[in-house]
Nanobody, 117 residues
């Protein structure tokens, strides 16, 4: 069973940046990939970004964050990052990382990002 722990959230002004981290409890080197979702208060959970770890680090993004967010990984630290730049108030949400492994999806506990206008 994989455990994921997110960190790096906080309160930031519009236009600012945060780097979110997702640390896995085991090696991520052989995983197909990992990603991020976010959920604003009262809304559904929306997919944000994905990195194909076993395919050389190919990345994919939701249109709403493309050009502003960057997903990356550090295999040695078993950690995936989400660099969020040019933040907007509509980016305010709880951000969750996830991994699909053995036919099951594992989630972290989430980290709150709040962007003030």
């Amino acid at each position: 069973q994989v455990q994921l722990v997110e960190s790096g959230g906080g309160l930031v002004q519009a236009g600012g940046s945060l780097r979110l981290s997702c640390a896995a409890s085991e090696s991520i080197f052989r995983l197909e990939g990992m990603g991020w979702y976010r959920q604003a208060l009262g809304k559904q959970r929306d997919w944000v970004a994905y990195i194909y770890i076993s395919s050389g680090g190919i990345t994919d993004y939701a249109d709403s964050v493309k050009g502003r967010f960057t997903i990356s990984r550090d295999n040695a630290k078993n950690t995936v990052y989400l660099q969020t730049n040019i933040l907007k108030p509509e980016d305010t949400a709880v951000y969750y990382c996830y991994v699909d492994r053995g036919g099951r999806r594992y989630w972290g506990q989430g980290t709150q990002v709040t962007v003030s206008s």
